[in-house]
C-alpha cells in the first residue's frame, strides 16, 4: 500500500484554500488527496478526442467549455480504465470534472460513415443558418417591424407573411 505524506498534503490543501478564499476546506481537502495519488510522472499524455453528439448529450454548456478547454489543453487525464469505457478528468482553470466515457464514443472510434454524416450535419446547419441571414436581410429591407438578428426562421417566415409579402425560398 503506497504511504502519503499527510503534512504535505494538509499544506497543500491549506494552499488551495488560500488561493481562492470561497473554497469549502473540504473541497480543497479533496482536491489536495486527488493530487498527491495523481501519478507522478505524466511522461507520454496520449491525446484524446470526444465525439461531440456525447458531450452535448450528456452535459450543459458550462461543463462542455471545461472539457474541451482540457483536450485542447491536454490535460484531459485518464484515471481508470474498464473493458467497454475510460474515466476521465477534466482539468482547467474553472475546476475539474471527473467522467466516464465509452471507448466507442472516442473520436478515434470514428468510422467513415460517420465522418460523411458530421460533415453533412454541417452543411445542413451553415445552409440553415445563411437562409436565416438571408431572411432577417429581407424583412429589414421591407421595413417589417421587430425584426431581428437570432430570430428562428419558423418566426421570420410568419412577420413577413403577416406583412403580405411572399417567402423568398432557399
Same mark, same amino acid.
Given at each position: 500500500?503506497?504511504?502519503?505524506?499527510?503534512?504535505?498534503?494538509?499544506?497543500?490543501?491549506?494552499?488551495?484554500?488560500?488561493?481562492?478564499?470561497?473554497?469549502?476546506?473540504?473541497?480543497?481537502?479533496?482536491?489536495?488527496?486527488?493530487?498527491?495519488?495523481? $501519478?507522478? /510522472?505524466?511522461?507520454?499524455?496520449?491525446?484524446? =478526442?470526444?465525439? &461531440?453528439?456525447?458531450? +452535448?448529450?450528456?452535459? *450543459?454548456?458550462?461543463?462542455?467549455?471545461?472539457?474541451?478547454?482540457?483536450?485542447?489543453?491536454?490535460?484531459?487525464?485518464?484515471?481508470?480504465?474498464?473493458?467497454?469505457?475510460?474515466?476521465?478528468?477534466?482539468?482547467?482553470?474553472?475546476?475539474?470534472?471527473?467522467?466516464?466515457? $465509452?471507448? /466507442?464514443?472516442?473520436?478515434?472510434?470514428?468510422? =467513415?460513415?460517420? &465522418?460523411?454524416?458530421? +460533415?453533412?450535419?454541417? *452543411?445542413?446547419?451553415?445552409?440553415?443558418?445563411?437562409?436565416?441571414?438571408?431572411?432577417?436581410?429581407?424583412?429589414?429591407?421591407?421595413?417589417?417591424?421587430?425584426?431581428?438578428?437570432?430570430?428562428?426562421?419558423?418566426?421570420?417566415?410568419?412577420?413577413?407573411?403577416?406583412?403580405?409579402?411572399?417567402?423568398?425560398?432557399?
Amino acid at each position: 500500500m503506497k504511504k502519503f505524506n499527510l503534512k504535505s498534503i494538509m499544506k497543500r490543501a491549506w494552499e488551495i484554500k488560500k488561493e481562492h478564499k470561497d473554497n469549502i476546506f473540504s473541497l480543497c481537502l479533496k482536491m489536495a488527496w486527488t493530487e498527491a495519488k495523481a $501519478p507522478a /510522472s505524466k511522461e507520454e499524455v496520449k491525446s484524446y =478526442e470526444i465525439k &461531440k453528439w456525447f458531450l +452535448e448529450k450528456n452535459f *450543459n454548456q458550462n461543463q462542455r467549455y471545461i472539457i474541451n478547454l482540457s483536450i485542447i489543453s491536454r490535460e484531459l487525464t485518464v484515471l481508470s480504465e474498464t473493458e467497454k469505457a475510460l474515466k476521465f478528468r477534466a482539468n482547467s482553470d474553472f475546476g475539474y470534472i471527473d467522467f466516464w466515457c $465509452p471507448k /466507442s464514443c472516442l473520436a478515434e472510434n470514428v468510422t =467513415e460513415q460517420e &465522418k460523411k454524416w458530421e +460533415e453533412e450535419r454541417q *452543411n445542413r446547419i451553415a445552409s440553415g443558418l445563411d437562409y436565416n441571414k438571408k431572411l432577417v436581410e429581407f424583412a429589414k429591407a421591407n421595413g417589417i417591424k421587430g425584426i431581428r438578428t437570432g430570430m428562428k426562421t419558423l418566426t421570420l417566415k410568419q412577420k413577413i407573411s403577416a406583412a403580405g409579402l411572399a417567402v423568398p425560398q432557399k
